[in-house]
């Protein structure tokens, strides 16, 4: 291993524990410990979503202070439409489609009635 490859390793080390550290300031005066374990889920499988998530929640609840509730609602959303792509597409990444994609298969089905 190269000093270069060592030191990439231990910044993604280094950035996925303060990560998990803006997850428990996030998550600490949530009712349920499901947030933190959807969120901590997130950052295992794809950090950068993780990350924007994270940074999103952040900065709504330092700036305008957001209830608990909200907070809930709009962790489970987000991390939701990260699950529905598997995890493989970042945010940064989905276009207009995507998200709409996303939106329609959380419609109910139609019934057709003969």
């Keep these: 291993m190269t000093l270069q490859e060592s030191q990439t390793e231990l910044t993604q080390k280094n950035s996925y524990y303060s990560l998990e550290k803006k997850i428990d300031i996030i998550t600490k005066s949530l009712s349920r410990a499901y947030y933190k374990n959807i969120l901590i889920k997130?950052?295992?499988?794809n950090i950068g979503n993780a990350t924007a998530i994270c940074d999103y929640i952040f900065a709504e609840q330092t700036e305008i202070n957001i209830k608990n509730s909200t907070k809930e609602s709009r962790i489970k959303v987000i991390v939701w439409l990260s699950n529905f792509f598997d995890d493989k597409l970042y945010?940064?990444?989905?276009?207009k489609e995507d998200i709409l994609d996303y939106l329609n298969s959380l419609r109910k089905p139609i019934k057709l009635v003969y």
Excluded: G
């Design 91 to 95: 945010f940064r990444k989905m276009s």
């Design 42 to 45: 997130a950052l295992d499988k």
